[in-house]
């Protein structure tokens, strides 16, 4: 542990400086690479690394083993909102989204412990994925309400 600020402040600029190295040049790689598949949105600056996330979690979820399970139906293909990720978040209510977000990140955590590094991150993207799956019930229930209001 630190003793003072000053050490403290050494040791998380030269953290920052190695984690800027080791994942800098790989996150304007990814950058490159999403862009090249057509991501939809990629940014630069001061939060690329948060847009990077924020498509590998979609690039998961349309591409992966959800789309693979969960987009299509004896009717045809589903878009994201009708897949059973919020189909079944409007029967249980936000209580069953952000029950997956605690499951997974708990799964992710225990993966990184156990030193399964790609496992986590797997985990992780798939929390963000339930986090936005609640957020989208969220604005669902804020319309159902605004309309109940009338």
Known sequence: MPED???ADDMTAALS????TEFGARTH???ASLRAAGASRVGSGDYAHLDRI???AQQQASTGKGAERHATSFIGRLTWDQQPILANA?????GGPAMQVQ???SESVMMSVNGNFEGAKAEA?????YAAALYKLYEEMEAAAKINRR
């Open 17 to 20: 400086k190695s984690l800027d």
């Open 90 to 94: 409007r029967q249980v209510g936000p």
């Open 54 to 56: 924020l498509n590998l």
């Open 29 to 31: 790689e990814g950058l």
């Open 5 to 7: 600020k000053k050490e």
């Open 125 to 129: 993207l798939g929390c963000i994925v």
């Open 103 to 105: 499951k997974k990140s």
